[in-house]
């Protein structure tokens, strides 16, 4: 348990000291809130979907393919009940400061802190499995999440799913691993380049949104608390002791228990400041989980290492 606490302590450690990148160059003006944007669109819009069909290179196995479609439902299931735990706690009259919270408390960071972490801690099987979490955070997020944010059923578009980086990214990567189809050579090279840069470039766009906030107002807001304590640790060991109880074990158990305890996802204070809902709770909510994550985030990836 301690050798897995160490572990995975150095891997979240790393990734918070990419993440000091971002955060100096934030402070220091080096880096803009207009080019932390055009960094974080490069990693969503080319780099994300890189990852995921980076992970999905490898020989087809039937056995693999029921890994893949029963990871893809445990995973919906964590959305589902982490949405119903979200309405059943957050409730009151302020609409716009009630989204925030809900959405920050069912919406992990899978994919800025998740993939980087399954793949150090789990290697190309973190990265399959991490990468169906992203899949699964991409469709409940372009749903649910949009419904959620602004309140307006109008919005939600069959196309805007179906077409999102991380769903075209899935889609052509599952291609390739049903039909066994070899992408070595020039495009394996620049697939795999690309993918190297999801770590880097994810952590300093947190970097620099934590640069941008309120520490210590931060630590004034007891809802900032409330959702904190639902997504580090009631979500994530729900999550973790449920699918222990299921049967799941090695590289799933693992690989999901780290994509259900992430912290809150950096889409809050996007889509909280594209729908006009409580930017300022949102980007406090998502600074207060990411440094509290240093610490959650190795204690439950160890508990699940261990069981």
């Not at 934030?26 to 669109?41: C, L, M, N, P, Q």
Request: glycine share 8%.
């Amino acid at each position: 348990m301690v050798n897995n606490f160490l572990t995975v302590f150095v891997q979240v450690l790393t990734l918070f000291l990419f993440m000091s990148f971002g955060f100096v160059g934030g402070k220091r003006k080096i880096i803009t809130e207009g080019g932390s944007k055009v960094v974080a669109d490069i990693v969503l819009m080319f780099v994300t979907p890189c990852v995921i069909i980076n992970s999905f290179r490898r020989p087809f196995d039937s056995g693999e393919l029921k890994k893949l479609l029963l990871c893809f439902a445990l995973i919906l299931a964590i959305h589902a009940v982490s949405i119903a735990v979200a309405h059943l706690i957050f409730k009151g009259n302020d609409e716009k400061r009630k989204r925030v919270l809900r959405f920050a408390t069912v919406f992990s960071n899978a994919g800025y802190m998740g993939l980087p972490l399954q793949e150090a801690v789990l290697g190309a099987d973190g990265l399959f499995y991490g990468s169906i979490y992203v899949s699964v955070f991409n469709i409940v997020v372009w749903t649910y999440g949009i419904l959620c944010m602004s309140g307006d059923k109008k919005l939600l578009s069959g196309k805007k799913v179906l077409f999102n980086p991380g769903i075209l990214g899935t889609v052509i990567g599952f291609i390739i691993f049903i039909f066994s189809i070899n992408i070595d050579g020039i495009i394996g090279d620049v697939v795999s380049g690309m993918s190297v840069l999801n770590t880097p470039l994810a952590m300093i766009v947190i970097g620099f949104y934590l640069s941008q906030s309120d520490i210590v107002k931060t630590f004034k807001d007891k809802s900032v608390y409330g959702v904190a304590l639902l997504r580090l640790l009631v979500i994530p060991l729900a999550a973790l002791f449920a699918l222990w109880f299921m049967g799941i074990r090695g590289p799933m158990l693992v690989a999901l228990t780290i994509g259900a305890s992430a912290p809150t996802a950096a889409a809050t204070s996007m889509f909280a400041t594209k729908f006009n809902t409580d930017t300022n709770l949102s980007v406090n909510i998502v600074t207060f989980t990411t440094i509290l994550s240093i610490l959650t985030m190795p204690i439950i990836v160890a508990l699940a290492q261990s069981l």
